[in-house]
């Protein structure tokens, strides 16, 4: 900032506007690093991380931070690299004599500055957010009771996933649509060994219950629904894997998976 305020040939009203923001800069530069980051944790959590079940929101966790730890990596390389720049124009400022080279290098020197300065904030944003989201990859482990997630236990959550997200979607689509679910989301049934009609019976029946809570005056909780997604995929565990060995393939083959 004191650079800018260097800066010649402003008329009064700019130099007066600068010497303000200068006052409260620093202010407003410590306030800004609780923003150095691209979400915030109720949208990584909220928002990003939205799946049904616990080993799909694992999954998500894990290629959120695989994206953040590839962009810090190439942060620190781009920071060691401006750095090494910055020491050779300080050994060449050393021995320079001319003025206006010296000038030059000077500046140059302030530029690296401020260029790592800005990035280091953005580097402890991408590092708060991957601690926020290892801290709630460690809650999902500790709540499957596991300490470590395989490619199997993936593999063998993906069908209860899916029940969840067709149904899941099939309630929103019915909302819109006068309690029918739409063409896509019976493609969506079909493909994972659900009959359609009795998805709608499913839906219908669901929407009828919450429809004589509010009629009895009775609010509807956010839960009410995800406790049916369970109970539903409860209801349907196996579709899939009877629809897939009817089809003459195999759901799973372990021999495959990462050990």
């Given at each position: 900032?004191?650079?800018?305020?260097?800066?010649e040939n402003l008329p009064v009203k700019y130099q007066t506007m600068l010497s303000r923001i200068s006052d409260r800069?620093?202010?407003?530069?410590?306030?800004?690093?609780?923003?150095?980051?691209?979400?915030?944790?109720?949208?990584?959590?909220?928002?990003?991380?939205?799946?049904?079940?616990?080993?799909?929101?694992?999954?998500?966790?894990?290629?959120?931070?695989?994206?953040?730890?590839?962009?810090?990596?190439?942060?620190?390389?781009?920071?060691?690299?401006?750095?090494?720049?910055?020491?050779?124009?300080?050994?060449?400022?050393?021995?320079?004599?001319?003025?206006?080279?010296?000038?030059?290098?000077?500046?140059?020197?302030?530029?690296?500055?401020?260029?790592?300065?800005?990035?280091?904030?953005?580097v402890e944003g991408a590092i708060r957010s991957i601690s926020s989201y290892m801290a709630q990859y460690d809650n999902l482990l500790e709540q499957i009771g596991k300490d470590e997630l395989t490619e199997e236990d993936f593999e063998k959550?993906?069908?209860?996933?899916?029940?969840?997200?067709?149904?899941?979607?099939?309630?929103?689509?019915?909302?819109?649509?006068?309690?029918?679910?739409?063409?896509?989301?019976?493609?969506?049934?079909?493909?994972?060994?659900?009959?359609?009609?009795?998805?709608?019976?499913?839906?219908?029946?669901?929407?009828?219950?919450?429809?004589?809570?509010?009629?009895?005056?009775?609010?509807?909780?956010?839960?009410?629904?995800?406790?049916?997604?369970?109970?539903?995929?409860?209801?349907?565990?196996?579709?899939?894997?009877?629809?897939?060995?009817?089809?003459?393939?195999?759901?799973?083959?372990?021999?495959?998976?990462?050990?």
């Open positions: 900032m004191n650079e800018i305020m260097s800066i800069f620093l202010i407003i530069e410590r306030d800004a690093r609780n923003f150095n980051k691209t979400q915030s944790q109720f949208m990584n959590h909220v928002m990003t991380v939205s799946q049904p079940t616990a080993l799909r929101s694992m999954r998500q966790i894990l290629a959120e931070i695989k994206r953040k730890k590839e962009a810090l990596d190439e942060a620190y390389f781009k920071l060691r690299k401006k750095k090494v720049k910055q020491k050779k124009k300080k050994r060449l400022l050393e021995t320079t004599t001319d003025p206006l080279d010296r000038e030059m290098l000077e500046i140059e020197i302030a530029e690296i500055d401020s260029r790592i300065a800005t990035t280091m904030g953005y959550d993906e069908e209860r996933y899916h029940i969840m997200t067709a149904f899941t979607q099939a309630l929103i689509a019915a909302r819109a649509r006068g309690g029918m679910i739409d063409e896509g989301n019976y493609i969506y049934f079909h493909q994972i060994g659900i009959n359609g009609t009795m998805a709608q019976c499913e839906i219908t029946s669901y929407l009828s219950n919450e429809g004589r809570m509010v009629a009895e005056g009775n609010a509807v909780p956010h839960d009410n629904v995800t406790r049916w997604l369970d109970d539903i995929a409860d209801k349907y565990k196996g579709c899939a894997e009877a629809f897939t060995k009817a089809r003459g393939l195999k759901l799973l083959d372990t021999n495959s998976c990462h050990k």
